[in-house]
Structure formats: structure tokens, C-alpha cells
């Protein structure tokens, strides 16, 4: 079966400092993308990074940054001096290219920014 | 270009009627894909589209769920009759067939059942 799991449904952080949201998954395949969504209350989900398994240099985004340890089936997103606007639903999640169009989602952490 | 299209955005029912929600996806995007979210929670997948073919729809719950999608292009997606758990956040999303290509999400229809 193919899982995503965060098993921190809640985390805050104080605005500046630094959060790593944790993620595992779990998949037979050696192919496949990983993304990490963002969905603030009452707004839609958007993409707010993704990482490709076959490199091995972590993606980077601004201020966001992932560490994939494709051995040990983590991806954590790190935001860096995190904002209000952070503020939001994370979600967890990977495509395999076997399946083509099937993605599979994590349960999400709750991140709140502390003014 | 424009994102994914749904409405409406906010539905409220008295139990036992029918519901409809309503999908355009990205232009050129040929899976679309309809999602329940409850509140707290991950997406799950309802219904997945290739074009115009459900390829995925086993966890539709199929005896009071539908949904097409003439043309490959809109989608609608049914509740009939609708029951108070049935009360989430519908969601449509679209991608392409790149598998890096990550999904568009709509801003999703909020069905209260009462």
C-alpha cells in the first residue's frame, strides 16, 4: 500500500525563526515526485515545493527547503524565517510515475506562526 | 491562464436532496481529479479522469455518488441523496501527463448538509 505519513498533526513557530515539518512515505517504486502543499483557512491548496527522487540535491524555494532522504523515505520541509503568511495546512505528498496521475497525501500539520 | 474553476463555492441542503458541484480544469490538462476533504484532513480520492474515462472510482461511495465528464473537459460530480456526513470540502484538481507536473487544485465547494 502506498502511505504518507506526518506525524505531527500540529507544530508552531515563532515569526523569524525556523520550522522542519516532518514527512514519511512509504513505496516499493524508485520512481516518483515528491511535493509539499500549503492551504491557508478557507483558501485554496497550492504547491509550495517538489523534489524529483532521482536527484539528490534538495529542491529550494526561497525560503522553503526540503531534506529528501530517499533511503529512509523522509522528506521534511524546512521554512525558514518563517512569516504570518506561513501560517496554513501542510500536506505531504508523491506521485508515482507507474501509476501516472495518482497522487497519494499525507494528513497534514497544522503550522502556526507566533507573532 | 486561468486555475481550476469550480462552483458553487459554498452549498447548503437539507438531508435527502440532491447536490451538484461543478469542475472546469487547466486548459490542455487531461486528468481531473475529485477529492473530499474533511476538516483537519488530508484530501481522499473520490474519482479520477483520464480524458473522458474514469480510471479511478473505487472509492466513490457509487449508491448515492456520480459524476461524468463529457468531452474530457468539465466534470460534475453528484450526491443523491445527500446525508449529513456527506457535509466536507469537495475539491477538483487537474494535471498533466509530466510526471513531474505537480496537480491545480480549485478553491473547492463547501457542502453543508443539514
Known amino acids: 500500500a502506498q502511505t504518507v505519513t506526518q506525524s505531527q498533526p500540529e507544530m508552531s513557530v515563532q515569526e523569524a525563526e525556523t520550522v522542519t515539518l516532518s514527512c514519511t512515505y512509504d513505496?516499493?517504486?524508485?520512481?516518483?515526485?515528491l511535493f509539499w502543499y500549503k492551504q491557508p483557512p478557507s483558501r485554496q491548496m497550492i504547491l509550495v515545493i517538489r523534489?524529483?527522487?532521482?536527484?539528490?540535491q534538495n529542491a529550494t524555494e526561497n525560503r522553503f527547503s526540503v531534506n529528501f532522504q530517499k533511503a529512509a523515505k523522509s522528506f521534511s520541509l524546512k521554512i525558514s524565517d518563517s512569516q504570518l503568511g506561513d501560517a496554513a495546512m501542510y500536506f505531504c505528498a508523491y506521485r508515482l510515475l507507474s501509476t501516472g496521475n495518482q497522487f497519494y497525501f499525507g494528513t497534514g500539520t497544522s503550522l502556526t506562526v507566533i507573532p | 491562464e486561468a486555475g481550476v474553476v469550480q462552483s458553487p463555492r459554498y452549498k447548503i441542503i437539507e438531508k435527502k436532496q440532491p447536490v451538484a458541484f461543478w469542475c472546469n480544469p487547466i486548459s490542455g490538462h487531461n486528468t481531473l481529479y475529485w477529492y473530499l476533504q474533511n476538516l483537519g484532513q488530508g484530501p481522499e480520492l473520490l474519482i479520477r479522469y483520464e480524458n473522458e474515462e474514469a480510471v479511478d472510482d473505487s472509492q466513490l461511495p457509487k449508491d448515492r455518488f456520480s459524476a461524468e465528464r463529457l468531452k474530457g473537459v468539465d466534470s460534475t460530480l453528484k450526491i443523491q441523496p445527500a446525508e449529513l456526513g456527506d457535509s466536507a470540502v469537495y475539491l477538483c484538481?487537474?494535471?498533466?501527463?509530466?510526471?513531474?507536473?505537480?496537480?491545480?487544485f480549485g478553491p473547492g465547494t463547501r457542502l453543508t448538509v443539514l
Open positions: 484538481a487537474s494535471s498533466s501527463y509530466r510526471g513531474s507536473d505537480t496537480q491545480y
Open positions: 513505496t516499493s517504486e524508485s520512481d516518483y515526485y
Open positions: 523534489q524529483e527522487a532521482y536527484k539528490q
